[in-house]
């Protein structure tokens, strides 16, 4: 089964994922820049994800 902490750094690395995907689509497919609403809610679903990962791989201690 999993380990909490390697849950924490899956869903930090998801979130860093997503977020840099959501930034980084245009560019390569070769377009310009352009932040569509989709793009930007992927970008805070990322960034979202990406703190509670943080969160819970660096913060929360384990319980005694």
């Known amino acids: 089964m999993l380990d909490n902490k390697q849950l924490a ?3 930090l690395a998801v ?3 997503v977020a840099l995907l959501s ?3 245009d560019p ?8 569509a609403t989709s793009q930007i809610i992927a ?6 994800l ?3 990962g943080a969160y819970l791989a660096f913060m929360r ?4």
């Open 23 to 25: 930034v980084l689509i």
């Open 28 to 35: 390569l497919r070769g377009e310009d820049v352009y932040m």
């Open 61 to 64: 201690q384990p319980p005694a």
């Open 50 to 52: 990406a703190a509670a």
């Open 43 to 48: 970008l805070i679903a990322g960034l979202v």
């Open 15 to 17: 979130g860093v994922l």
């Open 9 to 11: 750094y899956g869903v």
